[in-house]
């Protein structure tokens, strides 16, 4: 357990990995939070004594750092106000549409982007307040583009990285951002900026050149003080040993046999795992699934669809909006196809336990992935280190993973007819095709792990171009 408050490696992200949860009695409990974020960055910091900087997820003031997992855990707080604007606001309804092709319409209030810069400062500050002289300090996502610039005027003696999760959007689509140049200025405070693909990296560096006027040679781009930054892909992966012996576990095996036989032994299971968000290209898969078992290519209940569709920002009209249609459409071909007792898609609006999660891949003989855009997309690489040989991945082309997946059956989700037809092509492929394309993707999951992923982010962040006032 660490005694110290100054750390040699400082995580700063939106969501500390635990949530404290208020129940009606007023006692606190701790419960890990959602997301791809923190299953990630969890494996690293196990082993590694270091701060992670967050929110706990509830509105008002933060209770004091804690230790949890041999980890110092330092609550930044949030007021509710704060959590509408800076959280819901700019980071969920600006930043998140226009960083994923405006598949739904930003909104630009100034409001939003007032709290979002009052926030950045306040991590920036307790990372400050927590880092030892010269130390690392991993700042994440989208939620948080300032804080880097923030953070080395407060520090300049600490080694800054960025890592973003989601996709950084083409120049024309970044332009429309209010004040968008200084959030390129707030990254360029960072020595060293991760992204998931090449193109997110290009980006980047095409806004700076084109927004700031900055010089950009190869992958660095040098800031209006002349200090050189690297902007460059480090893709982001999982505990894939971890993960498989869990899947490989006979607690896990037969749990999956079970999920099998509680469906009625169907011949085919397809399976979606999301959260619930207009990005994961949800609505196209139910529309492509639909519309197999109108034509008769598919029927119920031999062949069917488990749907995970997880819980996620649900005060935003946009989710609220998806959450309908989604449901709506699940009614639908439950009605229109679905004989007595067994559900055509079995759709499932909550969170799992790890084990059951693993189960769920174990059991599904063609993974769903088909988003319209998606950073990385860890539920791939989960699917194909869970499952044997004899299953097949439908994955979009617009996700990271398609970059290093390259033994998937790649979709264009927008095109439905093409949808169906990929589907059922994984879903009636050979054993021996399936094989080596599962094998092949296995295999390129389990060599570049999320272990490989930090070290290969500290290593870049460690080597990046000093500043000159340094050398
Ligand atoms: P997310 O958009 O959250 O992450 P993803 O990469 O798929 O998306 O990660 C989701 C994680 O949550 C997976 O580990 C999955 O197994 C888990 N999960 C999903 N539904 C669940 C449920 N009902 N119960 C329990 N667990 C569930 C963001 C970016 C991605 C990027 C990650 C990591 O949007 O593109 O891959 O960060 O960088």
New binding site residues.
């Given amino acids: 357990m660490p005694d110290r408050t100054s750390f040699d490696l400082v995580i700063v992200a939106n969501r500390l990995p635990v949530d404290r949860v208020t129940g009606p009695d007023g006692r606190v409990e701790l419960r890990r939070s959602?997301?791809?974020?923190v299953?990630?960055m969890e494996s690293v910091m196990r082993g590694r004594e270091g701060a992670w900087v967050g929110w706990a997820g509830e509105a008002g003031e933060a209770s004091d750092p804690f230790v949890e997992d041999d980890m110092y855990l330092v609550p930044v707080p949030l007021s509710a106000d704060e959590v509408a604007d800076y959280y819901e606001g700019y980071s969920n309804a600006s930043l998140w549409p226009i960083y994923h092709d405006v598949i739904v319409q930003p909104v630009f209030k100034r409001r939003w982007r007032s709290a979002y810069e009052k926030v950045n400062r306040r991590f920036a500050e307790a990372a400050a307040d927590c880092a030892a002289r010269g130390a690392t300090v991993w700042v994440h996502?989208y939620q948080l583009q300032l804080a880097p610039h923030i953070l080395r005027e407060l520090r300049p003696d600490l080694r800054i990285g960025w890592?973003n999760?989601?996709?950084f959007p083409p120049v024309e689509l970044f332009m429309q951002l209010p004040r968008r140049e200084e959030l390129l200025r707030g990254l360029l405070g960072a020595d060293f900026l991760g992204f998931?693909r090449r193109t997110d990296a290009e980006n980047f560096r095409s806004a700076c050149r084109r927004l700031l006027g900055a010089t950009v040679k190869g992958e660095i781009v040098t800031t209006e003080d002349g200090r050189a930054v690297r902007a460059a892909a480090v893709p982001?992966s999982?505990d894939a040993d971890g993960l498989q012996q869990l899947a490989r576990s006979e607690p896990v095996q037969e749990r999956a046999r079970e999920i099998r036989h509680e469906l009625g032994d169907p011949d085919l299971v397809l399976l979606g795992?999301?959260?619930l968000?207009y990005?994961?290209g949800i609505r196209h898969r139910l529309k492509a699934f639909g519309e197999l078992l109108s034509e008769g290519t598919l029927t119920a209940p031999g062949d069917v669809l488990i749907q995970?569709?997880?819980p996620?920002r649900e005060r935003l009209e946009a989710y609220q909006t998806l959450r309908g249609q989604v449901e709506r459409t699940v009614g639908q071909i439950n009605g229109d196809y679905a004989p007595i007792g067994t559900p055509a898609v079995s759709y499932?609006h909550?969170?799992?336990?790890?084990e059951?999660?693993a189960a769920l891949f174990v059991a599904a003989d063609v993974m769903l992935v088909t988003?319209l855009r998606?950073?990385?997309?860890?539920?791939?690489k989960?699917y194909v280190t869970c499952h044997g040989d004899d299953g097949a991945l439908v994955l979009s082309e617009f996700?990271?993973?398609a970059v290093e997946l390259q033994g998937a059956y790649r979709c264009n989700p927008h095109d439905i007819d093409a949808l169906k037809t990929t589907i059922m092509e994984a879903a009636r492929s050979p054993l021996d095709e399936r094989r080596r394309r599962m094998r092949s993707m296995r295999r390129q999951v389990a060599s570049h792990d999320v272990a490989r992923w930090a070290q290969d982010f500290l290593d870049d962040l460690a080597a990046a171009p000093d500043k000159p006032e340094r050398r």
Avoid: W, Y
Wanted: glycine share 10%; aromatic share 4%; hydrophobic share 40%.
């Fill in positions: 959602p997301g791809g974020l299953t990630a996502d890592f999760h989601i996709p998931q982001i999982i795992v999301d959260r968000d990005t994961k995970v569709a997880t996620s499932l909550r969170s799992f336990p790890r059951e999660m988003p998606d950073g990385m997309n860890l539920v791939a989960e996700t990271g993973a």
